[in-house]
T-cell receptor
Framework: DAGVIQSPRHEVTEMGQEVTLRCKPI?????LFWYRQTMMRGLELLIY????????DSGMPEDRFSAKMPNASFSTLKIQPSEPRDSAVYFC???????????FGQGTRLTVV | AQSVTQLGSHVSVSEGALVLLRCNYS??????LFWYVQYPNQGLQLLLK??????LVKGINGFEAEFKKSETSFHLTKPSAHMSDAAEYFC???????????FGKGTTLSVSS
């Protein structure tokens, strides 16, 4: 398997624009996670899915953030409208079951100017 | 709530010296614990995991960690540092349901020649 695949790797956008980050998890994994990494706050769990169903979105910072998982092989994280404080590295990860490790993608570095 | 605390945001060692990165956890249930490594501009890679099978856990690249319930610790060690070990290291604990990982703030390891 190619691992967790994220796109794009880098995104630069202007404040107010819509941003969509994409993720393809490892085939057969039941859990999918979105994390955000910043210098100030470290790695924060934004939302996670189990079998395509959102389980906990308490980490989503504001209503400007939304995530979907229309099928087992694809998920999106959308920010609309984007703000400079959203600049961060966003990671997608997947896991095959409970109480085991998560496998991370390479991340998307988002810069909002 | 489940949490981990990594003591020391930066650790510097000489090549060949012992590496010790500290992690203390808080958990209301028997914990599942993990150490990850992150190289610049990359995703997180699993080093090792504790899942209650053995208190001394061996991982990749010569790293190991010991689970000490009495001290609520899971410190990461390596007998002899190599230049290629320079990276950021994250300790993580499973949430109460075992369905997601909660990460510490990370420790940056520098290795000098």
């Amino acid at each position: 398997d190619a691992g967790v695949i994220q796109s794009p790797r880098h995104e630069v956008t202007e404040m107010g624009q819509e941003v969509t980050l994409r993720c393809k998890p490892i085939s057969g994994h039941d859990y999918l996670f979105w994390y955000r990494q910043t210098m100030m706050r470290g790695l924060e769990l934004l939302i996670y899915f189990n079998n395509n169903v959102p389980i906990d979105d308490s980490g989503m910072p504001e209503d400007r953030f939304s995530a979907k998982m229309p099928n087992a092989s694809f998920s999106t994280l959308k920010i609309q409208p984007s703000e400079p404080r959203d600049s961060a590295v966003y990671f997608c990860a997947s896991s095959p079951r409970q109480n085991t490790e998560a496998f991370f993608g390479q991340g998307t570095r988002l810069t909002v100017v | 709530a489940q949490s981990v605390t990594q003591l020391g945001s930066h650790v510097s060692v000489s090549e060949g010296a012992l590496v010790l990165l500290r992690c203390n956890y808080s958990s209301s249930v028997p914990p599942y614990l993990f150490w990850y490594v992150q190289y610049p501009n990359q995703g997180l890679q699993l080093l090792l995991k504790y899942t209650s099978a053995a208190t001394l856990v061996k991982g990749i690249n010569g790293f190991e960690a010991e689970f000490k319930k009495s001290e609520t610790s899971f410190h990461l060690t390596k007998p002899s540092a190599h230049m290629s070990d320079a990276a950021e290291y994250f300790c993580a604990v499973s949430n109460k349901a075992g369905t997601a990982l909660i990460f510490g703030k990370g420790t940056t390891l520098s290795v000098s020649s």
